[in-house]
């Protein structure tokens, strides 16, 4: 029996010829598979490590994580304000320096304390709120004691004026000055400082002689000046 051989065959040469071609053509097929296998697989990986997951804005997270009760910084702008050391010393000083009478004089009208006395220039009764002192003409007006001189100004009634404040809450209020004045708003003085002259500028008091009107207020109520002097300077 021969041994048959399908190469030999009609068959077997045309498979021959094209099974170079079928085996190159599952090579292929194969190769693209396992391509397009590959292909899923990254694809499938890098889909997994894209995952995008929504993040809080940083402003929202902030708040949210705010602390209650934290102490704010101060600044220059939110600082309180405090006195200034001239202040502090003007206060202290006023305990410690003499007062004296702005003149030296007779007291030609004394202080009312809220009763209502006689103007001789205006003829009605009024209070008086101050001392008036008799002085000549020109004769140097001095600062009762240490202090800041707040207000220099022309008075259509009280004429040429002059306040200082003396700390601790007394006010001297000086009227009826020549415009002469040796002080100027924002000036300190010390007790006994030539701060202006005696005139005769007051119409309100133009009848009476001569005088410097000389009145204290302590905290906005009028205070007599002699009680207020001290007994060994009077």
């Keep these: 029996m021969k041994n048959f051989s399908i190469k030999n065959t009609k068959l077997g040469k045309t498979l021959g010829k094209k099974g170079l071609y079928i085996t190159a ?57 405090t006195e200034s050391k001239t202040d502090e010393k003007t206060d202290l000083d006023t305990k410690t320096q003499p ?22 220039t205006l003829g009605v009764w009024k209070t008086h709120d101050g001392i008036d002192i008799k002085a000549d003409l020109g004769t140097p007006v001095k600062a009762m004691n240490k202090g800041k001189v707040i207000k220099v100004w022309s008075d259509p009634l009280w ?6 404040d003396h700390g601790n809450g007394v006010t001297g209020h000086y009227y009826g000055l020549t415009a002469a004045a040796t002080v100027s708003e924002g000036d300190y003085v010390n007790s006994g400082d030539v701060i202006g002259a005696v005139g005769d500028t007051a119409q309100i008091e133009i009848a009476e002689a001569t005088h410097l009107h000389f009145a204290l207020d302590r905290n906005g109520i009028w205070t007599d000046p002699v009680d207020f002097i001290s007994p060994s300077t009077k």
């Design 25 to 81: 053509g599952a090579c292929l097929l194969a190769l693209a598979g396992a391509g397009v296998a590959a292909y899923n697989k990254t694809v499938d990986s890098i889909n997994k490590s894209l995952v995008i997951t929504e993040t809080e804005p940083v402003v929202t997270r902030a708040a949210e994580n705010k602390v209650e009760d934290v102490p704010k910084e101060t600044t220059a702008a939110t600082k309180k304000p």
């Design 99 to 120: 007062n004296i009478m702005p003149v030296t004089g007779e007291i030609i009208t004394e202080f009312s304390n809220g009763e209502l006395v006689k103007s001789e």
């Design 159 to 164: 004429g040429n004026c002059i306040n200082i």
